[in-house]
């Protein structure tokens, strides 16, 4: 079983601030991914890694961005955020010899 | 491509009555296929998968599912319903090197 840690849990922001979503794993996985999802909905891939230095945009087009400078951290940045990103953002990473995603227990996000 | 279909947004069985959760999936590939349970406010936790071994997967909190290649189905069931296991259940689906493909949900409504 992974471990993912993701803060903040909650988050509640004004229109226009930047804010960055922690995500970090002790697994040593060399994938991550984000997905946001809104209340009662299904997930959307929005931002996914298979390595160190290595970023690739979702499924479902998304104004965050992300790095991945260690293996264990996969940090989700908005740089000016709205009303339209309050959702939940959930971050999975990927045992490949299980071949099973592990999730962290997300942060909700709500901007006035 | 990969592809899996829930069928029922929504299920609501009695306490103590048979738990059905239905996934049929698509697949060019011999998958792997998962169930998933997210509690409010939770991140999404495994709950069972299959990765070509024993067709009947048991996984947690009595839960199990049959990998049927003829039925192109993987449905999740439980014996006896119990009002902690009201939540939402997402089927996945992964091989052949792709990325996990998820479903859209089936929230379980215990009823007392």
């Known amino acids: 079983e992974a471990d993912i840690y993701q803060t903040p849990r909650y988050l509640v922001i004004g229109t226009g601030k930047k804010i960055t979503l922690e995500c970090s794993q002790t697994?040593?996985?060399?994938?991550m991914y984000w997905y946001q999802q809104d209340p009662g909905m299904e997930l959307h891939l929005i931002h996914y890694?298979?390595?160190?230095?290595?970023?690739e945009k979702g499924d479902l087009s998304s104004e965050s961005t992300v790095s991945r400078i260690r293996t264990e951290h996969f940090p989700l940045t908005l740089e000016s955020a709205r009303p339209s990103h309050t959702s939940q953002y959930l971050c999975?990473?990927?045992?490949?010899?299980?071949?099973?995603?592990?999730f962290g227990p997300g942060t909700r996000l709500l901007v006035l | 491509a990969q592809s899996v279909t829930q069928l029922g947004s929504h299920v609501s069985v009695s306490e103590g009555a048979l738990v059905l959760l239905r996934c049929n999936y698509s697949?060019?590939?011999?998958?792997?296929l998962f169930w998933y349970v997210q509690y409010p406010n939770q991140g999404l936790q495994l709950l069972l998968k299959?990765?070509?071994?024993?067709?009947l997967v048991k996984g947690i909190n009595g839960f199990e599912a049959e990998f049927k290649k003829s039925e192109t189905s993987f449905h999740l069931t439980k014996p006896s319903a119990h009002m902690s296991d009201a939540a939402e259940y997402f089927c996945?689906?992964?091989?052949?090197?792709?990325?996990?493909?998820f479903g859209t949900g089936t929230k379980l409504q215990v009823i007392p």
């Open positions: 999975a990473s990927h045992d490949r010899n299980q071949e099973t995603q592990y």
């Open positions: 697949s060019s590939v011999p998958p792997y």
């Open positions: 890694s298979y390595g160190v230095n290595s970023t």
């Open positions: 996945a689906i992964s091989g052949g090197y792709q990325k996990v493909t």
């Open positions: 299959y990765t070509s071994a024993a067709t």
């Open positions: 697994m040593g996985h060399d994938k």
